[in-house]
């Protein structure tokens, strides 16, 4: 379940511009079963996977989310730029990158289904960050994220950032997703009830 | 203050008499679709939600349509479709089109108006992105998450945040006889970039509009998402009700943009101004025209996809490849069955599409989404290794037709086939002049 803190640190991993969602998890991987425990271990390996190369974890590149073999990464901030998440509407995407072990994301802009399935599903946390981090933030870098504060803290470069505050959808994030958020406010009663 | 004619809609669904962009508001759904990709994941969450033995809400608007890994190998992909199979069954669910049957229709965004699904002024969501397509009905379409079509499954309801309306007019009276619908959407694109529309409805408008078929238009709103866009849209007309009232008995109700209705901007275009447009690897608003990238070398093109596998695109690509050899490996996939079964009927000069396409040697696919997205190994068209392949379809981001050492250029029907004749990338207008029909 995701998590309620209001502070996340971690290991950041940089990526591009318009990352699309056949980069965050190719359309040869979609069939898997999210329910299967195994199964579902699979999205996180090949999470990520469909980045080229050479834009994988930036600025250096090559470096895959998850090593060979791993279904879980080290790094679990994505610091992306602007237009994260384009292109279809797969909520395997977000879903992949919680797998992956990713807590949050920071990029300037998302595209509308992606941040919309990652706060509605309660994957991972899309903050907005004032400007293109992607340009400042190297891959492995200590970053800890402090939402009620609004900024990120890089612990590495000792710099800090600003994110925007979460407006509209906070009380769906702190919930968990959009059915913690509809059974706290009455819209839907509990399951099997 | 008026309002748009997407603000009319989610008034007219949320029960308000006016909403206001920004503003969030619980819509009652009119349609959900799904299909084989996300249907399994988003019945698996229904049922976690609300139960092993829920009910969805409304069976007649709840419509399946697999499309995405049909004829494929691949286990788990049969799995999905078994899956769907199975809910379907077991809800009784009326409007579900299974693989192997006659019901198969094939690509859902193609198929959902064949149905008589996409109704002026009705809210459609969808769990894939090119749901909006159907906002060439005048219809609020748009795509969204397996966890949102959950929640809709059990409720009827979803939460959406009214768009700003960017509008854009095309000045003119008709297409000059080289242009498509698909070479104005990558100009636009092109002009405001993939995330140019964003959270945002993109309205075609303008007197050039009446003068698109349905199919034009649903090649316009199927890639407003490809600009980042919530929802596409166009106004419906006598065009619209004749295409709808031939589909179904369901009644609709149509709205029109008011007057004094605010708009975040305005686009002018006028359709004589436009010329074959192409978006280059690896991003659809990476714009060029067909004549800038004369002579760029290939090695495959594709005409298929619920952008350019209608049957209107088939007889534009024919009528250029008719009676020649072509240089590279073509794949022709139908969106649909009917439009496949229209391969067969459809004629130039008395030669049937699916001739045309034979005798020069295509290679012809079954209904369904094939290498647009990927998808198993085995699936008809995928770039599995480093083609340069010039396609009808809407996306060219790195890997999307299955391979990450491939390189995906977008084109108009026109242009794929007047590519897959010289084998290089070709400006249309070489052969249109020569056989404009």
Known sequence: MPQKTTTIKGKAFVLGKNIDTDQIIPAAHLVYSLEDPEERKLYGKYALSGVPDDESGLPQGNIPLTKEDATESEFNIIVGGPNFGCGSSREHAPACLEIAGVKAIIAPTYARIFYRNSVDGGFVIPYESLEDLSQKVHTHDELEIDQEKQVVKNLTQNEEYKIRPLGSVADIVSAGGIFAYARETGMVESVNS | MGMTLTEKILAKKSGNSKVSPGESVWVDVDVLMTHDVCGPPAIQIFQR?????????????????????????????????????????????????????????????????????????????????????????????????????????GTGKLWVKVPETMRFVFEGSKLPPYLMAKDII?????????????????????????????????????????????????????????????????????FKSDPDAEYHSEHFYNLNDIVPMVAKPHSPDNKATAEELEGTELTRAYIGSCTGGKLSDFRAAAEIIKGKTLKIDTYIVPATTEIAKGLETETIMGETLIDIFKNAGCKIGRASCAACLGGPSDTFGRLNEDEICISTTNRNYPGRMGSKAASVYLASPYTVAASAVTGTITDPRVFIQETVI
């Open chain 2, 186 to 254: 990558l100009k636009i694109i092109g002009d405001i970039g993939v995330d140019g529309a964003t959270y945002r409805t993109m309205e075609f408008a303008g007197s050039g509009i009446k003068a698109f078929t349905m199919e034009d238009r649903m090649t316009l709103t199927n890639m407003a998402i490809e600009a980042g866009g919530k929802n596409g849209v166009v106004e419906t007309d006598k065009i619209t009700r004749e295409y709808v009232k031939a589909r179904t008995d369901h009644p609709f109700e149509e």
């Open chain 2, 49 to 153: 939600e609300f139960g092993e033995n829920a009910r969805v809400w409304d069976k007649e608007k709840l419509v399946i349509i697999p499309d995405h890994y049909i004829f494929t190998k691949d286990k788990y992909a049969n799995r999905n479709v078994d899956i769907l199979r199975a809910f379907a069954a077991d809800q009784d669910l009326p409007h579900y089109y299974d693989v192997g049957t006659d019901r198969y229709k094939g690509v859902c965004h193609v198929a959902l108006p064949e149905e008589g699904f996409t109704r002026p002024g009705e809210v459609l969501f969808g769990t894939d992105s090119h749901t909006c397509t159907a906002g060439a009905f005048g219809q609020f379409a748009t795509g969204i998450g397996n966890t949102d079509a959950a929640f809709i499954m």
